[in-house]
């Protein structure tokens, strides 16, 4: 109803309307009183001014603690010389679920970490309930962005019998008891006596699967939940997130480059348009740069340099990092970072990746040294996508599997789909978290999750 409120006004002005929700804050002097009220539908409150003379039970009401639900009945009036641009004159209040004093979200400021402590409560505050309505939005553009070009979205498993990535971070997902483990001869654990009769665990990534469905209907994309149990403590890292993968046939790495930048800027726009209010806050009160950051982003190209190049760059300036910069290594965050906000100052493809440190899918260069990846780096998040054109030739790679010492047994369909008629083909995958961080500001990616799971944290 406020949503509606704020947008179509006329239509309710002067005309007696009911509001439920409720109690973000209460005022009130001997004869009359202020309740700011949310009803849920809407990231901006209703003020409610009631008065002793016109509801029966003002001293009820004017005892209600913080966090009451409430359904009020009343005359909707314009109020131009206000800071609302109008209120509700209430005519009845009617207390649905009395709140407590003990109520934790009073009206000041609670850190971010305290808030963590009760995630149950969390979303009731202005930052998470704009959060979480633009992680809900973002989530919608996605959706539009691919159903508009004709992708398919397919649902990968959650439960798998194959690693993705080829990292091993990975949850097993067992039905054996823990505390008697069953063993073969050998010593070794016996999943045949396991639900599924063999090693399962929770994806890391929808890819393998999704480039199956690739394979049959061009275009496809999969969003769904991944996990991982990287034991990494850090803001960017969390053990069960989302991401969005989209799959192209006939595709190389530029095609997939080109597929990101559009998404990512669709996304953007979509936010910036459909949540005004939600954003104008972020940028108010999470971090002030982010309107000039996201409108710089929308309105130029992304840029693009191979890793080599990069290494090269980041070479130049190497007593600025703790780790070393050489070529062979990962780029830690901090040169991801450095590349992105001080060297190229917007979003950076890094491509061109050695071998070694990427997965066995990636197609092979033409150097045999590197492989056609892509990771796309912004500011303030660093990594936000990962993503590459994929091996389509069966001995290349077979080669790389054996290289890395893969059970290719596990991964017999997905040499399949090279045998049968395979394709140049490419795909990525965007953080979901991430880039709703990206988006809103906000530095945690505990902060973007309604219930994080981290190291050492699953409550609720
Ligand atoms: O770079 P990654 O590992 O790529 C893949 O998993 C590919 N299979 C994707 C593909 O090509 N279809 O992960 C992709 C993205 C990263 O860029 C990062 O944004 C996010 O997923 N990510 C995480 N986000 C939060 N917590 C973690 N632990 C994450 N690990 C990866
Ligand atoms: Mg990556």
Not at 254 to 280: G, H, R, S, T
Not at 399 to 421: I, N, Q, S, T, V
């Amino acid at each position: 109803m406020i949503k509606s409120l704020y947008r179509q006004a006329q239509d309710y002005v002067n005309k007696d309307i009911t509001i439920s929700g409720w109690v973000k804050t209460l005022r009130d002097s001997k004869t009359f009183g202020f309740i700011e009220v949310n009803d849920g539908s809407f990231f901006k409150n209703l003020q409610i001014v009631f008065e002793e003379g016109n509801i029966p039970n003002f001293k009820e009401v004017t005892k209600m603690p913080v966090g009451s639900s409430i359904i009020v009945c009343g005359k909707l009036v314009e109020t131009p010389n206000a800071k609302q641009p109008f209120e509700l004159k209430a005519s009845s209040i009617q207390i649905e679920g009395l709140s407590t004093p003990d109520y934790p979200l009073q009206k000041k400021r609670h850190t971010f970490e305290y808030l963590r402590t009760i995630a149950h409560l969390r979303p009731r505050t202005n930052t998470f309930s704009a959060v979480f309505r633009i992680r809900s939005l973002a989530a919608y553009a996605i959706h539009k962005f691919f159903q508009e070009r004709g992708f398919v979205y397919v649902h990968t498993p959650i439960i798998t019998g194959s690693d993705a990535e080829g990292a091993g971070q990975m949850f097993r997902v067992s039905t054996l008891d823990l505390n008697n483990l069953p063993r073969t001869e050998e010593g070794a654990v016996d999943f045949s006596q396991d639900f599924f009769g063999k090693e399962t665990n929770l994806t890391v990534s929808g890819q393998l699967e999704g480039e199956t469905y690739c394979m049959a209907f061009r275009n496809v994309y999969t969003f769904g939940p991944t996990f991982r149990a990287e034991n990494s403590n850090t803001a960017r890292h969390a053990a069960e997130f989302w991401m969005v993968e989209p799959e192209i046939a006939f595709s190389d790495l530029q095609d997939d480059m080109e597929l990101a930048e559009d998404m990512l800027k669709f996304i953007i726009n979509y936010c910036m348009e459909n949540a005004p209010e939600e954003m104008a806050f972020f940028n108010s009160f999470v971090d002030n740069t982010l309107f000039e950051r996201l409108n710089n982003i929308v309105n130029s190209k992304f840029a693009h340099v191979t890793y080599t190049e990069a290494v090269e760059l980041l070479k130049k300036d190497k007593d600025k990092f703790e780790y070393p910069v050489e070529w062979g290594a990962d780029l830690q965050t901090e040169h991801e970072r450095y590349l992105t906000e001080q060297i190229f100052k917007k979003p950076v493809f890094v491509t061109d990746y050695p071998k070694d440190i990427k997965a066995f899918y990636m197609r092979m260069n033409d150097d045999n040294k590197t492989v056609a990846a892509m990771d796309l780096l912004v500011p303030g998040v660093g990594e936000i996508i990962g993503g590459s054109q994929r091996e389509e030739r069966l001995d290349y790679l077979e080669k790389r599997m054996d290289e890395m010492g893969l059970h290719k047994d596990d991964y017999w369909w997905y040499m399949d789909l090279r045998k049968y008629g395979g394709t140049k083909h490419a795909g990525f995958g965007l953080g979901f978290e991430r880039a709703i961080m990206y988006i809103t500001g906000m530095s945690n990616i505990r902060d973007v999750v309604s219930f994080p799971r981290t190291v050492n944290t699953a409550e609720f």
